[in-house]
Nanobody, 124 residues
C-alpha cells in the first residue's frame, strides 16, 4: 500500500507560480513511476505530468509543457510539480498518482494509487 499526501495548493494571480509537493509513504517510493493529474469543476480528469523511477525521463501534457516541471527526491519520498506562468485555465484540484505499472501514463485508470488532491485557483 502507498499513501500520498499533497500540499502547496492555494490562490495565485495569473502569471504567478506555485510548487506542489506530494509525500509518499508505505512501499518503496523509488520503485514507482509518479505523476500528477488535475480535475477542474465539471470536467474530466486530465493528465498533467509524469516522471520515471530515477527522474531521468519526464512527460507532460501539451497544455502545461514549458510552464510546469515535475521532479522527484527519492531520498525524501517526495515528488514535486513546479508551476510557472499560471493561467486561469490551470484552476483545478491537483492529485498525485503512483504506480502506472507499464500502462499508459495518460489514462487515469492506469495508476494504482491516488492522493486526496490539493486545490489550485488562478485568478485573472
Amino acid at each position: 500500500q502507498v499513501q500520498l499526501v499533497e500540499s502547496g495548493g492555494g490562490l495565485v494571480q495569473a502569471g504567478g507560480s506555485l510548487r506542489l509537493s506530494c509525500a509518499a509513504s508505505g512501499r518503496t517510493f523509488s520503485a514507482f513511476v509518479m505523476g500528477w493529474f488535475r480535475q477542474a469543476p465539471g470536467r474530466e480528469r486530465e493528465f498533467v505530468a509524469a516522471i520515471n523511477e530515477n527522474g531521468a525521463r519526464t512527460y507532460y501534457a501539451d497544455s502545461v509543457s514549458g510552464r510546469f516541471t515535475i521532479s522527484r527526491a527519492n531520498a525524501k519520498n517526495t515528488v514535486y510539480l513546479q508551476m510557472n506562468s499560471l493561467r486561469p485555465e490551470d484552476t483545478a484540484a491537483y492529485s498525485c498518482v503512483a504506480d502506472a505499472s507499464g500502462r499508459s501514463y495518460y489514462v487515469p485508470t492506469s495508476w494504482g494509487y491516488w492522493g486526496q488532491g490539493t486545490r489550485v485557483t488562478v485568478s485573472s
